[in-house]
């Protein structure tokens, strides 16, 4: 596998197409940092990734604000 043990980091992964990416991402082996400006939620989607076997991280983060990031 190409992604086996990659870091990598996906922004907007609470909902839409940023959580079909992370989740993809991570069910072929990557390692995911997570990030939305919404941790509640992308808490949930961590723990659904990771139930299934994957490596995961959420990360509360807002890529318009620089202190965010």
């Given amino acids: 596998m190409l992604l086996k ?3 990598v ?3 907007g992964a609470s909902a839409g197409i940023g959580l079909e990416i992370a989740k993809a991402l991570v069910a072929q082996g990557a ?3 997570f990030t939305a400006r919404s941790l509640p939620r992308l808490n ?3 723990r659904v990734a990771t139930a299934q076997g994957g490596s995961a991280l ?6 318009t ?3 965010s990031v």
């Fill in 44 to 46: 949930d989607e961590v």
């Fill in 58 to 63: 959420a990360i509360q983060m807002d890529v």
């Fill in 9 to 11: 980091i996906v922004t």
């Fill in 31 to 33: 390692r995911g940092a």
């Fill in 65 to 67: 604000s620089d202190e």
């Fill in 5 to 7: 043990d990659k870091v």
